[in-house]
């Protein structure tokens, strides 16, 4: 699929590391060998099960096998999955400022002793030379974590199941968080679930199957939600107690077309054929966000590459 992507002329691929799924590494590693010119980003990796020294480690290797095309994702990981594995993740903020400030500082090729709240390290260096400037981005929702990502990091990351007007407000605190502490605007990337099929009632149907597999497997379970996932329905247009309803109807299980009208595709994916895509990506720019990860869903995410690929194509001039 990347070299498909490189091929059809996309920018970028990206890698989502999901609790017990594959490691991701081994695969952005093959893509790097296959392709030339794509930009590889990792989003994200956490470091509770892997220490900040160790991400530095492997990124910088994984950049010199790329050739300088790497960019890394860093943030808190699912809260249940990290306690599974026997990780207190206790601080996330605090966490991920220790886990930036000390990768930072390794990929800059410094000798680094840090104490921090959460990580710390004694003279650790890397023994070999990385390239000193692999952006770090940040995964981030909540005011805290979006103002400290504007501080630190060089992009944001905006996962699934984020509408546009949540991100028109999470790029305006990375921004104004950006700007108080003297950096430029951030990059932005978020990840949006995507069909793109000339037959557009199949390509809405299909994305309402990854919708729910999602909403199942990330969404709070109890009815206490966070202030983040409170925003993101109030952003969404979909009143509360029919997104709980439509919750309940996919644990109940529902399958996902059913339980989900189409007001969860408008606010959740980008579906339907090329050019209601192609519309659909333009609100996102307009709310902030600067680059699409579009995670194909379905059966044939190759052909759906090469069709929204070809209409993309034609729009360019020349």
């Known amino acids: 699929m990347a070299a498909i992507a490189e091929a059809k002329g996309l920018a970028s691929v990206w890698f989502a590391e999901n609790p017990f799924g594959r490691g991701v590494l081994p695969a952005v590693s093959a893509s790097a060998v296959a392709t030339r010119r794509l930009r590889l980003g990792v989003g994200v990796v956490n470091p509770y099960s892997r220490h900040p020294a160790l991400i530095a480690m492997e990124f910088g290797a994984l950049d010199e096998l790329a050739q300088g095309r790497v960019r890394l994702g860093i943030g808190t990981g699912i809260a249940a999955a990290i306690q599974r594995m026997g990780f207190r993740n206790e601080r996330p903020l605090s966490a991920v400022r220790d886990a930036i400030h000390i990768v930072r500082a390794l990929l800059s090729g410094e000798e680094l002793t840090y104490s921090g709240r959460v990580f710390s390290i004694t003279g650790i260096k890397l023994g070999y030379p990385p390239r000193s400037d692999i952006p770090i981005y940040m995964a981030a929702m909540g005011e805290q974590s979006l103002g400290l990502c504007g501080q630190l990091a060089d992009g944001l990351i905006v996962s699934n199941l984020c509408p546009p007007a949540f991100t028109e407000c999470a790029a305006a605190i990375v921004r104004t968080a950006a700007a108080a502490a003297g950096k430029p605007d951030p990059e932005i990337v978020q990840y949006v679930p995507c069909v793109p099929r000339p037959q557009r009632g199949e390509a809405r149907r299909a994305v309402k199957l990854a919708i729910g597999e999602m909403l199942a497997a990330f969404w709070p379970a109890h009815g206490a939600w966070p202030a983040a996932r409170e925003a993101i329905v109030r952003h969404s247009g979909i009143p509360r107690a029919e997104f709980v309803a439509a919750l309940a109807r996919l644990r109940a299980g529902e399958a996902a077309p059913e339980a989900l009208d189409d007001r969860f595709v408008d606010a959740f994916a980008i579906a339907g054929t090329a050019e209601d895509c192609l519309a659909r990506a333009v609100d996102y720019r307009r709310a902030g966000a600067s ?27 020349g």
């Open 291 to 317: 680059e699409l990860a579009l995670t194909f869903a379905g059966s044939q995410p190759e052909t759906d590459i090469e069709y929204l690929a070809s209409a993309v194509g034609r729009r360019r001039p």
